[in-house]
């Protein structure tokens, strides 16, 4: 179905700078997504009729109530997306529109950059239709703002067609996803649902319950810094230490080198100096057993130095972040199964797979809302080479209007 709303409603919302910060204590982590929430998204969700249009200050989120309008449906449904954009250049982002795409090259602006087939595949799933693209120079921000905007333009189909029958709905959007702490302070008891979906998926049909499970390492390797022409038998490299740690890894579990299932561990961080040097890593895993696993190979590495040197110069410090959300959904599949139904009954064709990351629905499922993820249309997302297609974003909606009207 066409929106005529829903590609002038992206446009606005992309244009606002609203990334995060990881260097911040705040919550939200930048005023930007507290302007955007305050000042774009909250009179627009009160005029498309939305109720209780409230703002949590205790954790940055914006939430608004569509009523029932019929005693027909059994269960009270929520769709969230995050406010925040992610690490790349946000401010002046200019999109382009284009229209019936050919499958050709996509120049992006005057950049010098563009969209190739050649580079990416994906593009060949595309032709005929409308693409929303980069100028070169920015990201886009279909992660999550379309999302957001495909939620609005379902509640603003919802209330101008008060004909079609629909369960309670809720919405909420949120801060911070980019940088992994949205959804800590998410109140579940003000959001009241039986189940929810976030909608922060990528092409058409992704209907995903399983992310990884997720700790960071951060590693110290205390080193002894002495003149290097009398270092035998006294200097202590703390970056040689760093890189003995790195290499009793095992090789082949990087990024990289891992697809589906496969979980891996990932340096994204080395600094220091021969007396002090740092690594930090991030570990994943979809299953409990070998997650578990990857942390304690971690352990017994640094163990197994410091007890060759006979004393500490290897500290570990871990921390989970998030966990398998397919642990808690897998005990009632109805928001899949629905979901599921829905998709087919619109001739998409549901591609269920493990999310290789992460969404703010991995926290909240573990915090009592069952909360899988559905597809909102980016594409080689977080970067300037980040598209959408609108009539994937079209689907969303119809997918968003569907499950809310299902009637089982």
Same mark, same amino acid.
């Given at each position: 179905?066409?929106y005529?709303?829903?590609?002038?409603?992206f446009?606005t919302?992309?244009?606002?700078?609203t990334?995060s910060?990881?260097s911040?204590?705040? @919550?939200?982590?930048t005023?930007?997504?507290?302007d955007?929430?305050?000042?774009?998204?909250?009179?627009?969700m009160?005029?498309i009729g939305?109720q209780?249009?409230?703002?949590?200050?205790?954790?940055?989120y914006?939430?608004?109530?569509?009523?029932?309008?019929?005693? !027909?449906?059994?269960?009270?449904?929520?769709? %969230?997306s995050? =406010?925040?954009t992610?690490?790349?250049?946000?401010?002046g =982002? !200019?999109p382009?529109?284009?229209e019936?795409?050919?499958g050709?090259?996509?120049p992006?602006g005057?950049s010098g950059?563009?969209?190739?087939?050649?580079?990416?595949p994906?593009? !060949?799933?595309?032709?005929?239709?409308?693409?929303?693209?980069?100028?070169? @120079?920015?990201?886009?921000g279909?992660?999550?703002?379309?999302?957001?905007a495909e939620?609005?333009?379902?509640?603003?189909?919802?209330?101008?067609?008060p004909?079609i029958?629909?369960?309670?709905?809720? #919405?909420?959007?949120?801060?911070?996803?980019?940088?992994?702490?949205?959804?800590? +302070?998410?109140?579940?008891?003000?959001?009241?649902?039986?189940?929810?979906?976030?909608?922060?998926?990528?092409?058409?049909g992704?209907l995903?319950f399983?992310?990884?499970?997720?700790?960071?390492?951060?590693?110290?390797?205390?080193?002894?810094?002495?003149?290097?022409? @009398?270092? +035998?038998? &006294?200097m #202590?490299?703390?970056f040689?230490?760093?890189?003995d740690?790195?290499?009793a890894?095992?090789?082949?579990?990087?990024?990289?080198?891992?697809?589906?299932? &496969?979980?891996?561990y990932?340096l994204h961080?080395?600094?220091?100096?021969v007396?002090?040097?740092y690594?930090?890593y991030? =570990?994943?895993?979809f299953? @409990?057993?070998?997650?578990?696993?990857?942390k304690?190979?971690?352990?017994?590495?640094?163990s197994?130095?410091?007890?060759?040197?006979?004393?500490?110069?290897?500290?570990?410090?871990? +921390?989970?972040q998030?966990?398998?959300m397919?642990q808690?959904i897998?005990?009632?599949m109805t928001? %899949?199964n629905?979901?599921?139904?829905?998709?087919?009954?619109?001739?998409?064709?549901?591609?269920?797979?493990? %999310?290789r990351?992460?969404?703010?629905?991995?926290?909240?499922?573990?915090?009592?809302?069952?909360?899988?993820?559905i597809?909102?249309g980016?594409?080689?997302?977080?970067?300037?080479?980040?598209?959408?297609?609108? &009539?994937?974003?079209?689907?969303?909606?119809?997918?968003?209007?569907?499950i809310?009207?299902y009637?089982?």
């Amino acid at each position: 179905m066409s929106y005529p709303n829903l590609l002038e409603r992206f446009l606005t919302y992309v244009k606002i700078n609203t990334r995060s910060d990881e260097s911040s204590q705040s @919550t939200p982590s930048t005023q930007s997504q507290v302007d955007f929430a305050l000042t774009v998204l909250k009179p627009e969700m009160e005029k498309i009729g939305l109720q209780n249009v409230h703002y949590l200050e205790s954790n940055g989120y914006i939430v608004g109530t569509l009523p029932a309008n019929s005693d !027909k449906f059994n269960y009270k449904i929520g769709y %969230i997306s995050h =406010i925040d954009t992610a690490d790349f250049n946000a401010e002046g =982002i !200019k999109p382009q529109i284009i229209e019936s795409y050919d499958g050709s090259e996509i120049p992006l602006g005057d950049s010098g950059f563009q969209l190739s087939p050649m580079d990416f595949p994906n593009l !060949k799933n595309y032709h005929g239709q409308t693409l929303i693209t980069t100028d070169g @120079t920015t990201l886009l921000g279909a992660d999550d703002k379309s999302g957001i905007a495909e939620i609005m333009t379902a509640i603003e189909y919802f209330t101008s067609h008060p004909e079609i029958e629909h369960g309670e709905i809720r #919405v909420g959007f949120g801060p911070d996803e980019e940088i992994g702490v949205g959804a800590d +302070k998410f109140d579940v008891d003000d959001f009241d649902v039986d189940f929810a979906y976030t909608v922060d998926g990528g092409p058409l049909g992704e209907l995903q319950f399983e992310t990884f499970s997720a700790a960071a390492a951060d590693i110290t390797f205390k080193g002894r810094n002495v003149h290097p022409g @009398t270092a +035998k038998n &006294q200097m #202590v490299n703390a970056f040689q230490l760093a890189i003995d740690f790195h290499n009793a890894l095992p090789e082949s579990d990087r990024p990289e080198l891992t697809e589906g299932y &496969q979980g891996f561990y990932h340096l994204h961080g080395f600094d220091g100096t021969v007396e002090e040097a740092y690594s930090s890593y991030i =570990i994943r895993d979809f299953e @409990t057993e070998s997650f578990e696993a990857r942390k304690q190979l971690m352990i017994d590495i640094a163990s197994k130095m410091n007890e060759d040197f006979g004393e500490e110069r290897v500290l570990v410090s871990l +921390k989970d972040q998030y966990y398998n959300m397919r642990q808690v959904i897998e005990k009632d599949m109805t928001p %899949i199964n629905l979901a599921k139904e829905v998709m087919e009954n619109l001739d998409i064709k549901p591609i269920i797979e493990p %999310i290789r990351g992460g969404t703010d629905g991995s926290k909240i499922s573990f915090m009592g809302i069952p909360t899988p993820n559905i597809f909102a249309g980016g594409e080689n997302m977080h970067g300037r080479f980040e598209f959408v297609s609108l &009539q994937t974003m079209e689907k969303a909606v119809d997918v968003i209007i569907g499950i809310s009207s299902y009637v089982n």
